[in-house]
């Protein structure tokens, strides 16, 4: 049976908890819960060790973060099968997130090297002549990571590197649907070197832990990847701490009447189905031109079509299950409810278990909760627009703003959509399903809080410390 790791050891655990393969709803693993105790000793356990962490050079942290980064890749194939076995992934995907969560690493460890302040001009004010100076970061403190089921291991790795990196200790609480591969990335880092006092993973319910972990004094961050609602009850409960939420989204791509339609259509399904739809800058809504909508409807359909849905451990297969059947059903009812409203299903809806068919819904009503809410499973809507103000419109009409695409080769309207879109981040000439790791990531509204990507978060992981030399005497 897997377990916390605590102080750098396998803890037993009050409770347990099975993990189930999302494809067939086998057993996985057992894995044994934290309770409120080893949660106290973990915060306990952090404070002893900020000292230590703290003092570390910015080499040593490097090496450390270096190392955990070959292990990630060395060990490729062996973690790409936990990510399989409990999330549901193609093993295609999950070998690009154990890359991806071994870059992320190799970031944060160019970011440990070089992480400073910056001079500053105390002469610049009448009052600050005969002064020099400059700025240090420092560590803040303990960060408590609660990560997602959909990205297990680099979402971790998005928390975990840059605190870090920082010179933070860290608490990982993962999703409790795929808590194998964080317990596996704590038990990397500790072999590599990190001081055991400074790294701890506390699987179990967010019902029973998780108001333990945000409330605490002792952690001086949240950084938290889920949903909306959860996001509200953390930003409740953690008091005069700091917080980085990367929260929901229903994702707005525009294709206008310039676009490369065959490159467009790719993308577009590509993005909306990857992992079963179940990714927060997944695709879904596309507002194309009137003018090219229903020949980019019939060519998304073509390449929906393509698609192989079924095993994710067969290297052929494009599309795996969702992540649970209560979460199935729950999607495969929205998108009931958009037929019911008027909307076309002009392929798939169907379900099966976990397997649901990509689905592909023209000209659904604004009212439907697969235009207003985050779909989180292979969905995509297509609406068509007149003008440009109306598509900008469109992407706008959400209480989310993570992040916005545009498919376009007119550079005023490429533009316009930088400047219009109200999201964190637009990607043209692409889906907003586009990240690399070390980008500043993190959207406005109800899409979250802070930004991700290690330089940016790392700047949330520490504080800024003056120091002034008075050399001037009267």
Same mark, same amino acid.
């Given at each position: 049976?897997?377990?916390?790791?605590?102080?750098?050891?396998?803890?037993?655990?009050?409770?347990?908890?099975?993990?189930?393969?999302?494809?067939?709803?086998?057993?996985?693993?057992?894995?044994?819960?934290?309770?409120?105790?080893?949660?106290?000793?973990?915060?306990?356990?952090?404070?002893?060790?900020?000292?230590?962490?703290?003092?570390?050079?910015?080499?040593?942290?490097?090496?450390?973060?270096?190392? @955990?980064?070959?292990? &990630?890749?060395? *060990?490729?194939?062996?973690?790409? #099968?936990?990510? =399989?076995?409990?999330? +549901?992934?193609? /093993?295609?995907?999950?070998?690009?997130?154990?890359?991806?969560?071994?870059?992320?690493?190799?970031?944060?460890?160019?970011?440990?090297?070089?992480?400073?302040?910056?001079?500053?001009?105390?002469?610049?004010?009448?009052?600050?002549?005969?002064?020099?100076?400059?700025?240090?970061?420092?560590?803040?403190?303990?960060?408590?990571?609660?990560?997602?089921?959909?990205?297990?291991?680099?979402?971790?790795?998005?928390?975990?590197?840059?605190?870090?990196?920082?010179?933070?200790?860290?608490?990982?609480?993962?999703?409790?649907?795929?808590?194998?591969?964080?317990?596996?990335? @704590?038990?990397?880092? &500790?072999?590599? *070197?990190?001081?055991?006092?400074? #790294?701890?993973? =506390?699987?179990?319910? +967010?019902?029973? /832990?998780?108001?333990?972990?945000?409330?605490?004094?002792?952690?001086?961050?949240?950084?938290?990847?889920?949903?909306?609602?959860?996001?509200?009850?953390?930003?409740?409960?953690?008091?005069?701490?700091?917080?980085?939420?990367?929260?929901?989204?229903?994702?707005?791509?525009?294709?206008?009447?310039?676009?490369?339609?065959?490159?467009?259509?790719?993308?577009?399904?590509?993005?909306?189905?990857?992992?079963?739809?179940?990714?927060?800058?997944?695709?879904?809504?596309?507002?194309?031109?009137?003018?090219?909508?229903?020949?980019?409807?019939?060519?998304?359909?073509?390449?929906?079509?393509?698609?192989?849905?079924?095993?994710?451990?067969?290297?052929?297969?494009?599309?795996?299950?969702?992540?649970?059947?209560?979460?199935?059903?729950?999607?495969?009812?929205?998108?009931?409810?958009?037929?019911?409203?008027?909307?076309?299903?002009?392929?798939?809806?169907?379900?099966?278990?976990?397997?649901?068919?990509?689905?592909?819904?023209?000209?659904?009503?604004?009212?439907?909760?697969?235009?207003?809410?985050?779909?989180?499973?292979?969905?995509?809507?297509?609406?068509?627009?007149?003008?440009?103000?109306?598509?900008?419109?469109?992407?706008?009409?959400?209480?989310?703003?993570?992040?916005?695409?545009?498919?376009?080769?007119?550079?005023?309207?490429?533009?316009?959509?930088?400047?219009?879109?109200?999201?964190?981040?637009?990607?043209?000439?692409?889906?907003?399903?586009?990240?690399?790791?070390?980008?500043?990531?993190?959207?406005?509204?109800?899409?979250?809080?802070?930004?991700?990507?290690?330089?940016?978060?790392?700047?949330?992981?520490?504080?800024?410390?003056?120091?002034?030399?008075?050399?001037?005497?009267?």
């Amino acid at each position: 049976m897997l377990g916390p790791i605590v102080g750098g050891k396998k803890r037993d655990g009050e409770t347990s908890f099975e993990v189930l393969r999302p494809f067939d709803g086998t057993a996985y693993e057992e894995v044994a819960s934290a309770g409120a105790a080893l949660i106290d000793e973990a915060f306990a356990l952090s404070e002893e060790a900020r000292g230590a962490i703290k003092a570390m050079t910015r080499k040593e942290r490097a090496d450390v973060l270096s190392k @955990v980064s070959a292990r &990630l890749a060395e *060990g490729r194939e062996r973690i790409a #099968a936990i990510l =399989v076995s409990e999330a +549901g992934k193609t /093993i295609r995907e999950a070998r690009t997130e154990v890359d991806r969560a071994a870059n992320t690493f190799m970031f944060a460890a160019e970011e440990a090297r070089r992480l400073g302040g910056e001079v500053i001009p105390f002469d610049a004010a009448a009052n600050g002549v005969g002064r020099q100076g400059f700025s240090l970061k420092v560590p803040i403190g303990t960060i408590v990571a609660i990560t997602p089921f959909n990205f297990p291991l680099n979402l971790a790795a998005h928390k975990i590197a840059p605190a870090m990196a920082a010179g933070n200790p860290f608490i990982l609480k993962p999703a409790s649907q795929t808590p194998v591969s964080g317990i596996e990335l @704590v038990r990397i880092i &500790l072999e590599c *070197g990190w001081p055991a006092g400074g #790294a701890h993973v =506390v699987p179990g319910r +967010g019902g029973a /832990i998780g108001d333990a972990l945000v409330s605490d004094a002792r952690g001086a961050m949240v950084t938290f990847t889920g949903s909306a609602e959860i996001g509200k009850r953390i930003s409740s409960l953690a008091g005069y701490k700091r917080i980085a939420m990367e929260l929901g989204s229903n994702s707005a791509v525009v294709v206008t009447d310039t676009a490369d339609l065959d490159f467009a259509a790719e993308r577009i399904v590509r993005g909306g189905f990857a992992l079963a739809g179940q990714v927060c800058i997944s695709v879904q809504r596309v507002i194309a031109h009137r003018a090219i909508f229903e020949d980019l409807v019939a060519r998304c359909v073509k390449v929906a079509l393509g698609m192989k849905v079924g095993d994710p451990m067969e290297e052929t297969t494009d599309m795996g299950p969702m992540i649970d059947e209560k979460a199935a059903a729950a999607f495969h009812a929205r998108v009931k409810e958009a037929a019911g409203l008027g909307g076309k299903i002009v392929t798939g809806g169907g379900l099966d278990g976990t397997l649901h068919e990509p689905t592909i819904i023209t000209s659904i009503p604004r009212e439907a909760a697969l235009w207003r809410e985050e779909a989180f499973g292979p969905v995509i809507v297509m609406n068509p627009y007149d003008t440009f103000e109306e598509a900008v419109e469109a992407v706008n009409d959400s209480k989310y703003g993570l992040q916005g695409g545009i498919f376009t080769a007119n550079v005023d309207e490429a533009f316009q959509a930088v400047n219009r879109f109200d999201v964190g981040g637009v990607i043209v000439n692409d889906v907003p399903t586009f990240r690399v790791d070390h980008m500043p990531y993190g959207g406005v509204k109800e899409s979250g809080i802070g930004r991700e990507g290690l330089k940016y978060a790392i700047e949330e992981m520490t504080e800024e410390k003056l120091v002034c030399f008075n050399f001037w005497k009267p």
